[in-house]
């Protein structure tokens, strides 16, 4: 591994990978916001708010993830990761570029495809970047890393929904178009920094090498298929995998179901103007700035399933109280809560992936696991708006809840099981490692 440091907490910030990887999500984060939120409030204004079109912004943003996430984490196991996230943000740029110029002629509607190609090219970059956590951290860092960037994730919840509505207000959606594309573009320079990694490949590094392997070497020249299928089996085969894999589902149901209505509890609840949805955003980042801090300090101390399953199990009930709540002051207790625990379902998930697989298939693993959460998460946001037209608020956030609650019990079985490196670890003596 390159650039390892210390066992203080110091030594992750002066990782040479961390601090680049740190600063192009910031410009990152300040594309997607701006994007997002000027999109959202564009497109509510063109069809005076149709369900439909706001689940179809939805529908661009995550179908992609369920589509390409399978072929993007093979070729990111494949290809050099530094090569792959550059030219992914400059790729996304560039479409944003192209999407402005049409927009300037008129065509409205391709404010939907700005947010398609970045989700597309995304497929690629994310699980390069997770394969580039896993060599380039040790494992006792990589739950620590992920609180700080989850914290980092909260405080663009905070300021990200003002910045969006403040750069739509004032400059309009072409402006806002602008200022995503120079944002990606900044990221892509910012990864120039980046240590150069190995591809998969050239690395030579069989599954398994330090670590138990469920699933088996996987040949280097394999074909394409051939190295899909292995990240198949390497899931199948682990037991705790495996019950991710239904956790992701379970909650891509819940989060999916509701997803596009946060709009309608604002305006049909609580009788606000859909602008002050971004009040619900900022208390629910700031809360979640909060957990991510406290996360961060506790994350060697806790097991990471133990952390998703609190985290599954505090968003099923304030899911159902917000789904209930008609009054704005008791919307904005359950949003901080909310916001406050769900730092540990985003560090729990990211940190059984990279802690349950080897770096030469961990991009397959993600690519695995991911389409669960965003299948399921898709299906139900494109069924949203008809969801909307057939049942109650109510009956689709208790929906949601109900969900998140299954996920929790169904990771109540893998309490005991510890990741490879501990359970090979002659302290943890009949540990199962899957």
Not at 211 to 222: C, E, L, S, T
Not at 312 to 335: C, D, K, P, R
Not at 411 to 416: D, Q
Request: hydrophobic content about 55%; some cysteine.
């Amino acid at each position: 591994m390159s650039d390892m440091t210390g066992a203080r907490p110091a030594g992750l910030f002066g990782n040479r990978f961390f601090q680049t990887v740190l600063m192009s999500n910031i410009m990152l984060q300040i594309g997607i916001w701006v994007r997002n939120f000027a999109i959202l409030l564009y497109v509510a204004d063109m069809t005076d708010s149709d369900p439909y079109a706001i689940a179809f912004i939805y529908v661009a943003e995550f179908l992609p993830i369920f589509l390409f996430s399978f072929i993007g984490g093979t070729f990111a196991d494949r290809w050099r990761p530094k090569r792959t996230m550059i030219w992914s943000d400059f790729l996304s740029a560039l479409s944003v570029f192209a999407v402005m110029a049409t927009m300037v002629m008129g065509v409205w509607q391709m404010v939907f495809f700005a947010t398609l190609v970045s989700s597309i090219l995304s497929q690629f970059s994310q699980p390069s970047a997770m394969r580039m956590f896993k060599i380039h951290l040790r494992p006792d860092q990589l739950q620590q890393a992920m609180a700080f960037f989850q914290s980092m994730v909260a405080i663009f919840m905070v300021g990200g929904p003002s910045l969006g509505t403040f750069m739509y207000d004032r400059y309009g959606i072409e402006i806002s178009i602008a200022v995503t594309g120079v944002a990606f573009l900044l990221s892509a320079l910012v990864l120039l920094r980046l240590p150069e990694t190995p591809s998969g490949r050239e690395a030579g590094n069989p599954a398994g090498a330090g670590a138990v392997d469920p699933a088996g070497a996987p040949p280097q020249q394999a074909s394409f298929r051939r190295e899909l299928a292995e990240g198949f089996q390497y899931v199948w085969r682990s037991p705790v995998l495996r019950v991710l894999g239904l956790t992701f589902a379970l909650a891509g149901i819940g989060v999916g179901m509701v997803q596009p209505l946060g709009i309608f509890v604002v305006t049909e609840k609580l009788g606000q103007e859909k602008e002050f949805l971004q009040y619900l955003l900022m208390v629910n980042g700031a809360a979640m700035l909060l957990g991510g801090g406290l996360i961060a300090a506790l994350a060697r101390r806790v097991l990471p399933q133990k952390l998703l399953a609190f985290g599954m199990f505090a968003g099923a009930v304030t899911t159902l109280g917000i789904g209930l709540s008609e009054h704005v002051w008791l919307t904005l207790v359950l949003q901080f809560i909310a916001g406050l625990t769900f730092p540990s379902i985003h560090i729990g998930i990211s940190t059984m992936i990279l802690r349950w697989s080897d770096a030469s298939i961990v991009g397959r693993v993600n690519g695995v696991l991911n389409p669960m959460f965003m299948g399921m998460m898709v299906v139900m946001i494109a069924c949203g708006g008809s969801l909307k037209a057939w049942f109650p608020l109510e009956a689709l956030y208790a929906a949601s809840a109900l969900a998140m609650t299954v996920g929790t019990a169904a990771l109540a079985t893998i309490f005991r099981h510890r990741p490879p490196e501990e359970a090979a670890a002659p302290a943890v003596s009949g540990a199962p490692s899957h």
